[in-house]
């Protein structure tokens, strides 16, 4: 049987795929350190654990609203509040099975047949594929180092067509770690209030940031811009909480509205026990995230000063998230490869040292380390692309 066009040019997640290359590598015996994954290393703090445990104990196992229980709404609007000082009513919030549920389930109500969504590159794997599914095309815009790996408004307003719906800001982004400043959010969303083209701000990385600079979410910046705005969040990486499934969507009434209607018909609702593991959550002190945040800044300064210390390996030092993305480009040149997936490939099978290769992300000459790994892990992995890199010139 032919499987339906719409799914035939998918291609499976690039994070995804390395990581369980190298859990395969691992099952065989092999002494493999992974930089592949994009998920905390942690466990989920305890009293969101507990919080579980009690709403299971309490028969809290039962189908839910389809955009959540309303105890959780109230949370996630007192957050916003809170962090990014945004009023939000109930309606306005839907919960999600992830972070990622709550894009895909934007782009499906947002987009009809060839709608466009600038995509800033290097981007998150997932939002050109989800925008495929929606029929809608990807248009790539491409930033490298030069600009910090940032989309500039006049690259934002030369992109936007009459077909154009919406941009994606991701800051801190993944793969890269940059983080957007206030004034160059505002000039982006001065093009897209101009341009009346929605903005789409994943704000997953908020709670990771490792410099003075604080998150602005989009949507503060003036009330034009609340309104044009729709911010994702979730706890998968500020409370390590990756395989719980949870994650929101916050903004208009009516788009809110059609996203709840869909999963009404798909998810019916985020499973019961995570909604009252991520009240807890919510509702709870900060203490473990800022505990994370600081072992990941140590892991950060520490992975990179040994990176950049490789003949061939440049690199930006990223603000946020917990990536690396230097370009390799130099180093696989040394090497005699044609390309960085070439070399990424040798490093795995000699070295046994997982990392992504830039393609997946729109950017071929780089790579991305994650540091969600132990600090002996990550000295290890250092030391073990050095002699990569040296082995060959
Ligand atoms: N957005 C970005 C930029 C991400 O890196 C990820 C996860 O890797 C997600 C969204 C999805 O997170 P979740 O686990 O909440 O679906």
Known sequence: ?????????????????????????????????????GEPDFNTPSYIMEAAKRAMDEGKTKYTPAGGIPELKN????????????????????VTTGAKHALYSLFQVILDKD?????????????PEQIK??????VIVSADESTDFKL??????ETITSKTKAVIINSPSNPTGMMYTKEELEALGQVCVEEDILIVSDEIYEKLIYTEQQHVSIAQISDA???QTVIINGLSKSHSMTGWRMGFAAGNKEIIKAMSNLSSHSTSNPTSITQYAALAAYTGSEEKVDEMRNAFKGRLDAL????????GIECVKPAGAFYLFPNVKKAADGCGFDDVDGWVKALLDEEKVALVPGSGFGSPD????????????????????????????
């Not at 719409?6 to 795929?17: E, G, H, I, N, Y």
């Not at 609007?77 to 109930?90: F, M, P, S, V």
């Not at 990179?304 to 003949?311: E, S, T």
């Open 152 to 157: 500039t408004p006049e690259r934002l307003k």
């Open 115 to 127: 709608d466009e969504v600038i995509v800033p590159a290097p981007y998150w794997v997932s939002y």
């Open 1 to 37: 049987m032919e499987l339906a066009k719409r799914v035939q040019s998918l291609t499976p997640s690039s994070t995804l795929a390395i990581t369980a290359k190298a859990k395969a590598l691992k099952a065989e015996g092999h002494d493999v350190i992974g930089l592949g994954a």
């Open 366 to 393: 780089n790579v991305r380390l994650s540091y969600a790994t132990s600090m002996d892990q990550l000295e290890e992995a250092a030391e073990r692309i050095k002699k990569f890199v040296s082995k060959y010139q």
């Open 304 to 311: 990179y000063d040994l990176l950049i210390d490789i003949p």
């Open 225 to 227: 811009l609340y309104n």
């Open 133 to 138: 599914l929606a029929e809608g095309n990807p």
């Open 75 to 94: 949370a996630i609007t007192a957050k916003l509040k809170r962090d990014q000082q945004l009023t939000y009513t109930n309606e306005q919030i839907i």
